[in-house]
């Protein structure tokens, strides 16, 4: 797709090159808090039909935007497309999160995994990245994205998000090699589906390695670290000009952040427990970075909203290289209004930072 970007504040902040502002948007920025979003959704029928039809997709990618000046659009999917791909059994029950029905137990079941065709498997989103990228018409770029290779290893492994995933940790410590030839197989598979994105029309690629902070230090560097190196490496995403930034969103694993700007990303998302300023010199200005007020602050009044605003900017300092956004999803229960209030805060406060 060729048409004209209009506002590219994003992929230039990525490319740590100067804005006239910091751009923002929002993770989950489609999501639940939204009436029209639970509207959309009910009219689906289920989270995954929603996901399935690219129409519908494309809508409820859209409306955050109707309502608030954002700096960028982000896929509606989800992370768990991959491992659904394959064949697990993937659902979504109100409340209780996701849940396979056939999770990975045995070297067998991993044997028996194939890497998806994007196209022939999961068309249906890269048929949505098509729609999205024509009802935007150049607004804002396009953000794609996947899950991790450990994290999606977690919820195959598991069955289902959170705990204290002691299945998955007790197989990387039981079974090293059956680990990572998982890990190998689920890396090929989010380099295939991120290229694809990228062809469709995507024009930055983030992937959300959600649950890499559960591991410990060293086990961070061999099963998480060495496949978000090999993403970076391999993900074929177009040159100069036209290549597409890649973030990676680490939570959790802050002490990691040198080793993750070594990786040769473009950018690097940070949660809420790290500061900005610290978060900067740990990666020595090698790597833009995205974040990272804390999403519970946005029940605050509009007031102390601002003033946390204020305060991300202010660690952050002067200079290119920032990009606007909460420390993970924004929550179902946060008022819209509230929400308003920080992108408020943002186009107001951040152009002194950016001033020559």
Not at 37 to 66: D, I, K, W
Not at 74 to 97: K, Q
Not at 155 to 176: N, S
Not at 310 to 328: I, M, S
Request: glycine share 8%; charged share 20%; net charge negative.
């Amino acid at each position: 797709m060729t048409d004209t970007l209009l506002n590219d504040r994003l992929l230039r902040a990525l490319r740590r090159q100067p804005v006239d502002r910091t751009p923002v948007w929002i993770m989950r920025q489609a999501g639940r808090y939204l009436p029209e979003y639970r509207a959309t959704r009910e009219r689906a029928g289920s989270f995954m039909a929603l996901c399935q039809t690219p129409e519908l997709a494309c809508e409820v990618t859209m409306q955050p935007l109707a309502r608030f000046p954002l700096d960028a659009a982000i896929l509606f999917s989800d992370i768990l497309t991959i491992p659904d791909a394959m064949g697990l059994g993937l659902s979504f029950a109100e409340g209780e999160g996701p849940r396979f029905a056939r999770p990975l137990r045995t070297a067998a079941d991993i044997e028996r995994l194939g890497v998806p065709d994007p196209e022939r498997d999961l068309g249906y989103v890269m048929d949505a990245v098509r729609v999205i990228r024509r009802e935007l018409a150049g607004r804002v770029p396009l953000i794609g994205f996947a899950g991790s290779p450990w994290t999606l290893a977690c919820y195959m492994i598991e069955g289902k998000g959170g705990g204290d995933f002691r299945i998955a940790k007790a197989m990387l410590a039981e079974q090293p090699a059956l680990m990572h030839r998982l890990l190998d197989i689920l890396t090929d598979a989010v380099i295939a589906y991120l290229a694809a994105q990228y062809r469709a029309g995507a024009q930055a690629l983030m992937v959300f390695d959600s649950w890499g902070g559960v591991l410990a230090p060293a086990h961070f560097r061999e099963f998480s670290l060495r496949y978000l190196q090999r993403i970076a490496d391999e993900l074929p995403r177009g040159d100069g000009d036209q290549r597409a930034p890649l973030v990676l969103f680490p939570k959790g694993a802050n002490c990691h952040l040198p080793a993750l700007a070594d990786t040769g990303t473009d950018a690097i998302g940070i949660d809420w427990t790290i500061g900005l300023d610290q978060a900067r010199r740990l990666t020595g200005g090698r790597v833009a970075l995205q974040g990272n007020l804390d999403p519970t602050l946005l029940y605050a009044n509009p007031d102390a909203i601002r003033r946390e605003v204020a305060r991300v900017f202010a660690e952050f300092g002067h200079g290119p290289g920032h990009v606007f956004n909460l420390g993970h999803g924004i929550t179902p229960e946060v008022p819209p209004a509230h929400l308003a209030a920080a992108i408020a805060a943002v186009h107001e406060l951040s152009p002194a930072y950016h001033a020559d």
